[in-house]
């Protein structure tokens, strides 16, 4: 059992960035792939990144590529989610996820409990 608590979200102005956290309890966490989803009201549940276990390969939608930046932590089991030039469709709850095989990573089985990124005009 992995749990994951992400952290760090919140309003901000277009334009504006923000970083996400999210902390896994388990020890061996450290192992497992790691990926960011959200999911804006009355849409379906949208693909953000993902990052493998070594941090050493990533992947990202391709409407967010130059914009959000996905990194790792292991030895404080956090991943992160850096947003720049947020644009109002941006807005969503933001959930982490693991996997443990990268191939998985577009269903993972372990879900955080989302964190809320609001951006205003």
């Known amino acids: 059992q992995v749990m994951l608590v992400e952290s760090g979200g919140g309003s901000v102005q277009v334009g504006g960035s923000l970083r996400l956290s999210c902390t896994a309890s388990?020890?061996?966490?450290?192992?497992?792939?790691m990926a960011w989803f959200r999911q804006a009201p009355g849409k379906e549940r949208e693909f953000v990144a993902v990052?493998?276990?070594?941090?050493?390969?990533?992947d990202y939608a391709d409407s967010l590529k130059g914009r959000f930046t996905i990194s790792r932590h292991n030895a404080k089991n956090t991943v992160y989610l850096q947003m720049n030039s947020l644009k109002p469709e941006d807005t969503a709850v933001y959930y982490c996820?693991?996997?443990?095989?990268?191939?998985?990573?577009?269903?993972?089985?372990?879900w955080g409990q989302g964190t809320q990124v609001t951006v205003s005009s």
């Open positions: 996820a693991a996997t443990y095989y990268y191939r998985n990573h577009r269903n993972p089985e372990y």
């Open positions: 388990a020890h061996t966490s450290t192992t497992y792939t």
């Open positions: 990052i493998d276990w070594s941090g050493g390969l990533t």
